[in-house]
């Protein structure tokens, strides 16, 4: 079994068991409770509001569990995006000295916060949100994680929160992943969804950071994320409602900015269109983003999209589009762009860890249908583009497709339950230092 990462770079790489194992727990038990999983009471010390380095941490899994082959028994073929309770999550909590404890994967269940917590009260919380895919020869992709890991740190900056770091967030999606790969869609079937928490778990009553923080991952099987599937969403403008304003928390994953946009969305889902385009708030006239996805417009070979400058979320999956259009001979233009330039756009289309790349059919303004895309015009470049994306495979001159997990910069990280001490440490220290890894490699245990 092979665990891959997916990375930045030049060209997108871009991926029952009869009896739960035996878990050995890598932080002691806590003395006081503030967090409940199932029966079992988890504590979280006070944190000092300005939080210290932190450290990488590993759960330990089973290794009978990691290697299984096995799926369960799902309607792969209608998976839809929606939870699937599976198996295990990770959790992390801040000591006293600003450090996030080495996490521990336990049994998926509900958790119970005081009502007097800051996530609870004043919204004090982050998430993000990225996939595994399963490929054909049984090894698992995911897509940046690292990307994930360094957005999560902007938002807790501008939140007042501790982060995990990079590296412990990435050893925790994997051992996530590991310990729930029986929920893996079989390829093309769908992937694993994969939600990082990270919220103000202390009590507070006055207007203050949260003295205590935790850190959870949990994990789900999901497919198409709009009704429609692959086929062409239709959105309505929204010039009402505004999903972010300047100086506010529009460009970071706070929970906030998501309760914000229900309305807008409800109404628009009511009229029967896919979601909502926003505007900004001050001009009310040049794109901002849909609810949960960024928008690209192309015209001949120019592809534009919104600056990012605060008020919408710099996605993962953007740049990853905006990398392969630059390498395909595509002119990007990260602008302001009016509403009044998609009545003369070519092709539209969302992107996101969720929607993926979602090709737009229609958008509407003002009660006027100001693009629609006729079939038949979608640039073959483009579509070749957004297709190396969403299939982890670029499509060669010959018009064949070629893998893309094996890049150069591929940094190698072996799992070291299954190496000795000193071979683990040979293994790490080779770590290219001097480029982005395309690709992590977790080796079967």
């Known amino acids: 079994m092979e665990f891959g990462v997916a990375s930045h770079g030049a060209v997108l790489a871009a991926a029952p068991l009869v009896a739960r194992p035996t878990w050995l727990l890598l932080s002691p038990p806590p003395p006081a409770s503030c967090i409940q999983i199932q029966n079992r009471l988890y504590s979280i010390s006070s944190l000092p509001l300005k939080a210290g380095p932190v450290r ?42 600003g450090n996030f404890s080495e996490g521990e994967l336990v049994p998926f269940g509900p958790i119970a916060l005081s009502p007097s917590s800051g996530v609870l009260n004043y919204g004090q919380g982050l998430f993000e949100g990225l996939k595994a895919y399963r490929k054909t020869d049984g090894s698992i992709l995911l897509f940046r994680p690292e990307e994930n890991a360094q957005r999560m740190q902007t938002g807790a900056e501008r939140m007042c929160m501790p982060a995990p770091s990079v590296e412990q967030f990435i050893d925790a999606v994997q051992q996530t992943v590991l310990a729930n790969k029986r929920w893996i869609p079989p390829t093309g079937k769908g992937s694993l969804y994969i939600r990082p928490l990270l919220m103000g778990s202390g009590t507070v009553l006055g207007l203050a950071p949260a003295p205590e923080y935790t850190f959870i991952i949990f994990v789900s099987p999901v497919g198409n994320y709009f009704k429609e599937g692959l086929a062409p969403i239709n959105l309505i403008v929204e010039d009402k409602f505004h999903r972010a304003t300047p100086g506010g928390t529009g460009g970071v994953k706070t929970i906030g900015n998501y309760a914000s946009v229900l309305m807008a969305q409800k109404i628009a889902k ?125 499509e ?30 040979r293994s790490s220290s080779r770590r290219s230092q001097s480029c982005v890894p395309l690709q992590l490699q977790f080796c079967s245990v």
């Open 270 to 394: 009511e009229k029967g269109y896919s979601d909502v385009l926003y505007l900004d708030a001050v001009h009310k006239k040049y794109l901002e983003e849909v609810s949960s996805c960024n928008i690209f417009v192309v015209k001949g070979n120019v592809i534009s999209t919104p600056a990012v400058k605060g008020t919408i979320l710099p996605g993962i999956t953007r740049k990853s589009i905006i990398d392969v259009a630059l390498s395909k001979g595509f002119q990007v233009e990260e602008r302001l762009v009016s509403v009044d330039e998609l009545l003369d756009a070519d092709e539209v289309f969302c992107t996101g860890t969720a929607v993926v790349v979602s090709p737009v059919g229609s958008i509407t303004y003002q009660g006027k249908r100001e693009f629609t895309l006729q079939s038949g015009i979608r640039p073959p470049r483009c579509r070749r583009c957004v297709t190396a994306a969403i299939h982890f495979t670029d």
């Open 56 to 97: 990488a941490c590993r759960a330990s899994l089973a290794s009978s569990y990691t290697q299984t082959t096995e799926t369960v028994d799902l309607d792969w073929e209608n998976l839809g995006f929606g939870i699937v309770q599976t198996d295990y999550m990770y959790i992390a909590k801040c000591g006293t000295d």
């Open 396 to 425: 060669s001159s010959d018009g064949s497709n070629r893998g893309l997990d094996g890049l150069d910069c591929a940094t190698e990280l072996i799992d070291r339950g299954s190496l000795p001490t000193d071979e683990f440490a």
